[in-house]
């Protein structure tokens, strides 16, 4: 499980496009939306972007 990312800073934008089946868990450090996480299939895509210190924020996601 994916609980935490790295080296962020604010207004940081990421994209995640998966190649197997992570999970992302929602949690203080990744608000996902709905609050709950996301178990990605192989070409997902999850949009993240870091609006405070620390937390990342879903933008956008693709379930393919």
């Known amino acids: 499980a994916i609980t ?24 203080a450090a990744l608000v996902l939306a709905g609050g709950a996480n996301f178990v990605m299939a192989a070409s997902d895509t999850l949009v993240l972007r870091m609006f405070a210190s620390g937390v990342w924020t879903e933008i956008s996601r693709s379930v393919n």
């Open 4 to 27: 935490d990312i790295l080296h962020g800073y604010i207004g940081k934008e990421i994209t995640i496009r998966s190649l197997n089946t992570p999970t992302i868990t929602d949690n």
